[in-house]
């Protein structure tokens, strides 16, 4: 198997590469010629390079497609397949563990630490959220219910870096980023197309003023919607939209078509 024109760029560059593929389109393969470029032109160690994948299974592949490129094209260099067994090709939570364990004072973790599997870690998480919860103070609950701070908490816990600079910034800020997300999110619902289509379709069914589709449903949701795209009463038109019924009403109080329409108000 050949490199590409595009491949033999990536693989032979001097500087740093972002290679974009999908599947089963060679980056594999490249990465190995890349890793035999920098034994053979650069002439590293591969003690001196780092390798890593996300499973163990690529991971494995990638060292013995590199064994295999260094067998083949360096057959006199039996010392660089000696030092193949040692290098670090691994995937980068091995990497990671290696730091750690090299430099556990840096890293901030005892030196006798373990790596729980997937299943210790969900049933850690689940034990420490509760425990976390039962000791916070009431007057919390009084603010936040205890379902919301639950929530918080694990959504927290899913990038605990990004949540302890997030709360290093102090509470001065909160509000602003608040506000800001609250008004990125209203305009990508006001721009999506479903939101454009039950719009318009509001707006060209009318029922009889006597059905209770439409004084419980249509009637609400324009207006609702109409504040929402005024920017006012957003919490409380979002939960009239979020409490409209459709299962309601008589089709004979409704033009022809309307009963074919559906909408969705979730």
Request: proline residues 4%; hydrophobic residues 40%; glycine residues 4%.
């Amino acid at each position: 198997m050949s490199l590409t024109e595009q491949q033999q760029k990536a693989a032979y560059a001097n500087g740093n590469v972002a290679v974009i593929a999908g599947a089963g389109t060679g980056k594999t393969y490249m990465l190995a010629e890349r890793y035999l470029y920098h034994l053979r032109v650069r002439e590293f160690s591969p003690l001196e390079i780092v390798a890593v994948t996300y499973t163990e299974k690529a991971a494995a592949e990638l060292r013995s497609r590199i064994r295999l490129l260094v067998s083949q094209k360096l057959p006199e260099r039996s010392d660089l397949l000696a030092e193949l067994e040692a290098a670090q090709i691994s995937t980068i939570h091995a990497l990671a563990m290696r730091i750690c364990r090299e430099h556990p004072q840096l890293a901030d973790v005892p030196p006798d630490f373990t790596v729980l599997d997937k299943l210790e870690g969900i049933l850690w998480v689940s034990q420490w959220l509760d425990e976390a919860l039962d000791s916070l103070p009431v007057e919390l609950y009084e603010k936040i219910p205890y379902s919301l701070m639950s929530q918080s908490l694990q959504a927290l816990l899913k990038d605990p870096i990004a949540a302890e600079k997030a709360i290093a910034q102090g509470t001065e800020k909160w509000q602003q980023l608040a506000q800001e997300l609250q008004a990125k999110a209203l305009s990508e619902l006001l721009q999506h197309l479903t939101w454009q289509q039950v719009r318009m379709t509001l707006q060209t069914y009318v029922g009889l003023p006597s059905d209770r589709l439409e004084v419980e449903t249509r009637q609400p949701a324009l207006q609702a919607m109409n504040a929402l795209e005024s920017g006012e009463n957003i919490t409380e038109s979002l939960s009239v939209i979020g409490g409209l019924k459709i299962n309601v009403g008589s089709k004979k109080n409704w033009p022809e078509g309307a009963g074919q329409t559906h909408l969705n108000y979730s």
